[in-house]
């Protein structure tokens, strides 16, 4: 499993002002499943969406970081929540010194990561 710093925002039911978050993720080495806050996400062709929640079937938007933006799509509202550990990590990619509070909100996320849950899940598919 790779760790990562992602972008993850929920697509269904919000278009572009889902809730959204920025934290770290466990991958496959693909990419095709990604690991995050208790939720295994498969890579998807959606119109909006690239990431399917294996288990509820919310679509989300699941990207790297973009430097010097809020990461956000344009037209989207509302803060990124951002795991505390990642903070300062993100600050030195978008070259800044402060994290602007009107457009995050820092909070902690537990690594909890459904590995096991969800193998169980896709082999009792087959």
């Not at 269904?12 to 208790?38: E, L």
């Not at 509820?56 to 430097?67: A, F, M, T």
């Not at 550990?85 to 978008?94: P, S």
Request: net charge negative; proline share 3%; aromatic share 12%.
């Amino acid at each position: 499993m790779i760790k990562d710093l992602m972008y993850i925002e929920l697509k269904t039911g919000y278009s572009d002002d889902g809730p959204a978050w920025i934290g770290y993720v466990k991958t496959s080495k693909t990419k095709k499943t990604i690991y995050f806050n208790d939720h295994a996400f498969q890579k998807y062709n959606g119109n909006y969406t690239n990431y399917v929640d294996i288990e509820n079937g919310d679509e989300y938007w699941i990207s790297g970081l973009k430097k010097r933006e809020t990461n956000r799509h344009p037209c989207g509202h509302g803060k990124i929540m951002i795991d505390r550990r990642a903070v300062n990590e993100y600050l030195t990619l978008i070259e800044e010194k402060e994290l602007p509070l009107n457009l995050f909100e820092i909070i902690d996320i537990e690594d909890r990561f459904p590995v096991e849950r969800v193998n169980k899940l896709l082999n009792d598919k087959e």
